[in-house]
Structure formats: C-alpha cells, structure tokens
C-alpha cells in the first residue's frame, strides 16, 4: 500500500500563507482520495479537507473553506494544502491522510508536519 511523508510545515505570522505538501509512495497513488486532518495540543484529530482520486471533487470544514486550498499532482504523486490568511487557531499538526476508492475510512497515515501560527 502506499506510503505517505509530509513536507513543508513551520512557523508563520498571522494572516500569512504556507503550503504543506504530502508525497506518496510504494502504491497508486491515483486510486486513492487524499485528505488533509489536523490536531492541535488537547484536541482531537479533526478533518480539514480532502480531494477524490481525480481531483474533480474536493471538500472542506467549514472553519477553512475560502481560505485552504486542497489540490494533487497524480504525475507527482502528491497532494498539497495551500493554506491562506492563516490564524493562530489553524495552529496544529496536520497530517495527510489516504483512502482507497471504495473504502469506507482512512487506511493510509503520515507522520504529520507542525505548523504554527503565531499572532
């Protein structure tokens, strides 16, 4: 099965921008729908956004739509997470996540990129 590492965390201000990227390996990556979770200290993990397997779909949590962007490179194997007008409460480990077409749940789990925003 696949295998994911995340990239691209770190420290930004308020109202700044990062994108955190997510590389696969080992499988298909185009038969699986990506996801973006994220947890912060205390709290449970929380979905933030996902995107199907070509792309065409994409969803959101209400409390970043407008502002994140969901997107994927089949040919790269990747997914990214374009995050605008961040705020301290985006602050949190966010970690990507792989769902085979078909399946009912998330299988496939990175290791998570901390980003921190600071006010």
């Known amino acids: 099965q696949v295998q994911l590492v995340e990239s691209g965390g770190g420290l930004v201000q308020a109202g700044g921008s990062l994108r955190v990227s997510c590389a696969a390996s080992?499988?298909?990556?185009?038969?699986?729908?990506m996801g973006w979770f994220r947890q912060a200290p205390g709290q449970e993990r929380e979905f933030v956004a996902s995107?199907?397997?070509?792309?065409?779909?994409?969803s959101y949590v209400i409390s970043v739509k407008g502002r994140f962007t969901i997107s994927r490179e089949n040919t790269k194997n990747t997914v990214y997470l374009q995050m605008n007008s961040l705020k301290p409460e985006d602050t949190a480990v966010y970690y990507c996540?792989?769902?085979?077409?078909?399946?009912?749940?998330?299988?496939?789990w990175g290791q998570g990129t901390q980003v921190t925003v600071s006010s």
């Open positions: 995107v199907s397997w070509s792309g065409r779909s994409t």
């Open positions: 996540a792989a769902r085979f077409r078909g399946a009912t749940g998330y299988g496939v």
């Open positions: 080992g499988g298909t990556f185009s038969s699986y729908d």
